[in-house]
């Protein structure tokens, strides 16, 4: 068994997680093994959802496309670009969107009209603010100009019937939970809402490497971050993925490449993609990042440095 094999069986043998799944290409070495689960039991990706989504739009539109040009409706300045690479000035989230996801009576629709109306909080490219509702406007973008549902266009599924149960996984509000509630399940958002395999990542990640866009700075050396959880003087993101550079402290811990991109989701889903290294690998569990647990050691950045090694 490899060492980052080894690092996440642990991780379900201690209980720190009650499930994983792990894939990763190195080079032309493809490894991928499930513990605690099924290689074809689905987990929650939260927001692994959002380079799905990445992708599509990169694949069907042009970046710098304007947001208003689709959606006139929109508050939001920004481009394409903008939205993907969290420059755009919008907020993390949106109260009032929030409030529609509750409503059993709404469904994408409502919940689209919420974040179009969301006002920014920043100018474009001023500031890397990491938002949901940036992804929100985003796939009603790809919706508007292809036509096409994003959910048949990203790549994953957002049908999360049969997938795993998140342990901790936090609320939607009201008492409704994140990940596992049928409220959740069936918004199917495109900013948190994807169920899929890490063999199945795997394969999305390899169509990213594909698209250079996706692996580059954009908007230059912003400051911010991830509100609440880590923010720095430049936080460098590409379209849709974050890029590591000399972030510090940060959730990967200090072995990948300057060049790294990541991502993580708050269901306990971490990718990278380390174009240094020919490496590229994703890491599912099914615990919500909330406690922290993630950072502990046997966590992401011992699984990251396993990677580098």
């Known amino acids: 068994?490899?060492?980052?094999?080894?690092?996440?069986?642990?991780?379900v043998e201690g209980g720190a997680v009650g499930a994983a799944q792990i894939a990763y290409r190195r080079g032309d070495e493809i490894v991928h093994a499930a513990f605690g689960c099924a290689a074809d039991d689905h987990f929650?990706?939260?927001?692994?959802?959002?380079?799905a989504i990445a992708l599509a739009c990169v694949e069907e539109l042009d970046l710098d496309t304007p947001c208003r040009s689709l959606v006139p409706e929109a508050t939001c300045e920004a481009t394409l670009?903008?939205?993907?690479?969290?420059?755009?000035?919008?907020?993390a989230d949106s109260p009032d969107a929030r409030r529609?996801?509750?409503?059993?009576?709404?469904?994408?629709?409502?919940?689209?009209?919420?974040?179009?109306?969301?006002?920014?909080?920043?100018a474009p490219r001023t500031r890397r603010i990491y938002s949901n509702a940036g992804y929100a406007l985003a796939a009603l973008m790809l919706e508007r100009a292809t036509g096409a549902s994003y959910r048949d266009l990203a790549g994953v599924s957002f049908d999360g019937t049969g997938a795993l149960e998140v342990r901790e996984p936090g609320l939607l509000g009201h008492g409704e939970p994140l990940f596992n509630g049928p409220r959740f399940r069936a918004l199917g958002l495109p900013q948190s809402g994807g169920f899929g395999t890490a063999r199945g990542y795997l394969g999305l990640l390899e169509a990213i490497v594909r698209q250079p866009a996706m692996l580059e700075n954009?908007?230059?050396?912003?400051?911010?971050?991830?509100?609440?959880?880590?923010?720095?003087p430049v936080c460098d993101w590409a379209v849709g993925m974050e890029l590591r550079d000399g972030k510090d402290p940060h959730w990967?811990?200090?072995?990948?490449?300057?060049?790294?991109?990541?991502?993580?989701?708050?269901?306990?889903?971490?990718?990278?993609?380390?174009?240094?290294?020919?490496?590229?690998?994703?890491?599912?569990?099914?615990?919500?990042?909330?406690?922290?647990?993630?950072?502990?050691?046997?966590g992401w950045p011992d699984i990251c440095a396993a990677f580098a090694a």
Request: one cysteine or more; aromatic letters at 6%; glycine letters at 12%.
């Open 1 to 11: 068994m490899t060492e980052p094999l080894r690092l996440v069986a642990a991780l």
């Open 44 to 51: 929650a990706l939260a927001s692994l959802t959002k380079p």
């Open 81 to 91: 670009r903008d939205l993907l690479a969290h420059q755009s000035g919008l907020p």
């Open 100 to 122: 529609v996801q509750l409503d059993p009576a709404a469904g994408w629709p409502e919940v689209a009209a919420a974040y179009a109306a969301v006002e920014p909080v920043a």
């Open 218 to 232: 954009q908007g230059g050396a912003l400051p911010g971050g991830v509100e609440g959880f880590m923010e720095w």
């Open 252 to 298: 990967t811990g200090t072995a990948l490449s300057a060049t790294a991109a990541t991502h993580f989701g708050a269901a306990g889903t971490l990718c990278l993609i380390d174009p240094a290294r020919d490496l590229s690998a994703v890491v599912l569990a099914n615990r919500g990042t909330y406690s922290g647990w993630m950072l502990e050691p046997g």
